[in-house]
């Protein structure tokens, strides 16, 4: 199994920047798809983004499309969330996660393992 830690979550104003980072540790981390999900207040999780093992593939949620980027660094065992634009409906806990599955993978409930989430909150 693999074991997932996110980082980076502040408060930021409207139009700023942040970038998340998931330190992953267990089982080789190139072996997974990896996924970024959030969750506001009163809403279910939701989809942002996902990245093939390789990284080589991503795909992205409608309402975050040309604002944020994901990548990893498989050397480091490191996923990332650039968040550019933010915007107040992007406040949220955002929370990364891990699946052996391949391909495009979107189903919170098709990933196994998950980080305990960070705080982003852009005021307006």
């Known amino acids: 199994q693999v074991q997932l830690v996110e980082s980076g979550g502040d408060l930021v104003q409207t139009g700023g920047s942040l970038r998340l980072s998931c330190a992953a540790s267990g089982r080789t981390f190139s072996i997974y798809t990896m996924g970024w999900f959030r969750q506001a207040p009163g809403k279910e999780r939701e989809f942002v983004a996902d990245i093939s093992k390789s990284g080589g593939r991503t795909y992205y949620a409608d309402s975050v499309k040309g604002r944020f980027t994901i990548s990893r660094d498989n050397a480091k065992n490191t996923l990332y969330l650039q968040m550019n634009s933010l915007i107040p409906d992007d406040t949220a806990v955002y929370y990364c996660?891990?699946?052996?599955?391949?391909?495009?993978?979107?189903?919170?409930?098709?990933?196994?393992?998950w980080g305990q989430g960070t705080q982003v909150t852009v005021s307006s």
């Open positions: 996660a891990a699946t052996s599955y391949s391909g495009r993978v979107v189903v919170s409930s098709d990933y196994n393992y």
